[in-house]
């Protein structure tokens, strides 16, 4: 028996798949599983025997063969050139439809399957995900993968052709960072403390659609504030750096406040972010008198007492300061606690007074330490209680029986003898014991002052010194001036000193005294 080896071989364009070759038994070889790999048309497979010559081989069959039904699917270009996150692909894939032998399928209708594309977990399929085969090639267009850059992904290509899914993979795909869709204060500005850099600078990034940092932008990004009362200082544009503006001075001035919002501006593309931030008080500036004093009667506590504010330097109230304010008064004695300290950046005065002539104006001032005083604008002090009386004039020229050249003028005064221009009580006039005393002894005050003049006020008796009261009963005041009563007008002689011992020729051993008297 023969074991000779056969051998079948296909024609140009033609490829077999299976054992070509087969030992003889019997003189007969038999072949199993023997296919058509590749190729279409007329197909002769010719069978030859080892040591036979070439001209002894046989045709063995001649066949035309057609394209056959799908078997797997290959990638023929693979999704390529720049991959952004979000865009297509500018290499797009083509897949095609195999047959066993590794050709496309041209003809049924796994020519023209639809084939789709997935991409693993965490990216999403962007453009048209399905292509229709022609000729057993789908070619896609538009495609693209949306995601983080961070990670790989794995595009599935799929056909279902008589209920079997028939699939290839392209593996290991890296994206890039997509076209600018947001920017987002990622370090948002924190400790915000008046005309203070902020504590925490904001960083500010250029963003795809997915959260990337787009890399690529060099663009200005502007920060800025809209709120009335307040400003944004410090370099308020930067410029992106690989996708990302950081800014390093930053600092908002003017009026505390909560929620104030700060804008951040890109300028290509023209994407804006904003974040919100509340503003606290800067450092001690000056004092300021936050409600002004007000009833400024001698010796008595002001009827508005003054309170002084601690203040930064857009006139916010430094709540944390107990800054010690010290009050003083400019020509007047000012009483009560002058002294205190702020509590939570406010000083209120409870119990200031002052006492001194109410001629001339005051000027109330408060310091601090390392701050500029401060003053009230000038007021002028009014005259307080009724104290006493003063003879302000004193009676002159007191002549018996005659009118006082200068007639008395009694004013009623405070405990600083400033006189109390509110008073107008009737004042009386009276003598002590001797003399009596003429004219009218009564006059009504007018602001605060009894003028005498015109009453006619004399004394008539005998010379000495005496004491004039003048009283205010309804005061129960009263005060006491010492006067002295001269002779008045001649008006007769009187022998005081009669002449005695008259001797004829002697001089009298007493001799007469006459004086010369007045009218008393």
Known sequence: ASTTNVAIA??????????????????????TGLNVASGTGTLTLTASVSGVAAAQNVQAASITVTYGDPDHLTIKTSAGGTMAAG???????VVEISTVGNTAVTTGAGATAVMTATVSAGGTIIGTGTATAVNGVATFSGLGIGGLVSGSYTLTFKITFNGTDYTTTQTGITITP??????SATTPATGAVNRVAFT?????????????????????????????GIALAGTTTKQAALGVA???????NGRVGTGYTITYTLASPSLTTTQTIDLTFGAVHHITESTLAAGFVNRANFTIQPVITVQDQDNNTVTTSNLQITATISNATLTGTTVINASSGIATFTDLSKYGSVTGTKVLSFA???VTTITQTAFTLLPGAVHHLAVTTAPVGIVNTVAFTTQPVVTVQDQDNNTVTSATPDVVATVSTGPNLGGTSTATAASGVADFAGKGLKLTGLVGTYTLTFTAASLSLSVDQSVTLTYGAVHHIALTTAAAGAVNGTLFTTQPVVKVQDIS
């Open 246 to 252: 950081t800014f390093t001075d930053l600092q908002l």
């Open 178 to 183: 997509g076209d600018a869709a947001s920017i």
């Open 200 to 228: 925490t600078q904001p960083i500010v990034k250029v963003l795809d659609a997915y959260g990337n940092v787009v890399t690529g932008n060099t663009s200005n990004v502007v920060a800025s504030v809209a709120a009335s």
């Open 87 to 93: 865009k297509a692909f500018t290499v797009q894939p």
């Open 368 to 370: 601090a330490s390392g």
């Open 10 to 31: 296909p024609n140009s364009g033609f490829t077999l798949g299976g054992t070509a070759t087969v030992a003889s038994s019997g003189g007969v070889a038999t072949f």
